[in-house]
Antibody, heavy 119, light 110 residues
Framework: EVQVVESGGNLVRPGGSLRLSCASS????????MSWVRQAPGKGLEWVAR??????????DYAAPVKGRFTISRDDSTNTLFLEMNSLKTEDTAVYYC??????????WGQGTLVAVSS | ETLLTQSPGTLSLSPGERATLSCRAS???????LAWYQQKPGQAPRVLIY???SRATGIPDRFSGSGSGTDFTFTISRLEPEDSAVYYC???????????FGQGTKLEIK
């Protein structure tokens, strides 16, 4: 059974930092390209960042609004994905989903973790 | 960056009817890397269609996708009450390498 479980969401002040984690099991994590997708309250879906598998080079890509502030990384020994978020803004407030990508679509999703940025 | 525009914004239909949703891209979608998702309130999205027309594992055949280039269509042939949800299209672009979602279509079952 596939399981994707995010953690680390919290209330943080503007300018603050937060680290999200995503524990995965039930699929070939080390071969999977992994992404974070977020959803602001009452809004649509927005892709945030992706990290390819090490076999594909392990390279990272970011959406323009988070580039230079967020860092995606992975630990294949523990099947865990991370998102380091710095210089947080109020517009970063959202539910953050961890997803596993296959054939350029998001096949497996977690239930999300809420990040609230507010003073 | 490729923008996706979905229409209509809201669709209200009765059980047994056919639903047709549109997703139009601002430029050609690379290799038809176009997917459709269903999201119900309080839940994570679920992929229904990928590669424009391939059904994901376990998805009933009343859900289908078609199209290529810049115009894509998602169809539910016989609506059931549990199909009430927001549906999103999503594309992958290779230059720059990134994903974009449409703004969503809200489907209401009367």
């Amino acid at each position: 059974e596939v399981q994707v479980v995010e953690s680390g969401g919290n209330l943080v002040r503007p300018g603050g930092s937060l680290r999200l984690s995503c524990a995965s099991s039930g699929f070939g994590f080390s071969a999977a390209w992994m992404s974070w997708v977020r959803q602001a309250p009452g809004k649509g879906l927005e892709w945030v960042a992706r990290i390819k598998s090490k076999g594909a080079g392990g390279t990272t890509d970011y959406a323009a609004p988070v580039k230079g502030r967020f860092t995606i990384s992975r630990d294949d020994s523990t099947n865990t994905l991370f998102l380091e978020m710095n210089s947080l803004k109020t517009e970063d407030t959202a539910v953050y989903y961890c997803t596993a990508e296959y054939y350029y679509h998001f096949k497996y999703w977690g239930q999300g973790t809420l990040v609230a940025v507010s003073s | 960056e490729t923008l996706l525009t979905q229409s209509p914004g809201t669709l209200s239909l009765s059980p047994g009817e056919r639903a047709t949703l549109s997703c139009r891209a601002s430029q050609t979608v690379t290799n038809n890397y176009l997917a459709w998702y269903q999201q119900k309130p309080g839940q994570a999205p679920r992929v229904l269609i990928y590669g424009a027309s391939s059904r994901a594992t376990g998805i009933p055949d009343r859900f289908s996708g078609s199209g290529s280039g810049t115009d894509f269509t998602f169809t539910i042939s016989r609506l059931e009450p549990e199909d009430s949800a927001v549906y999103y299209c999503q594309q992958y672009g290779s230059s720059p390498q990134m994903y974009t979602f449409g703004q969503g279509t809200k489907l209401e079952i009367k």
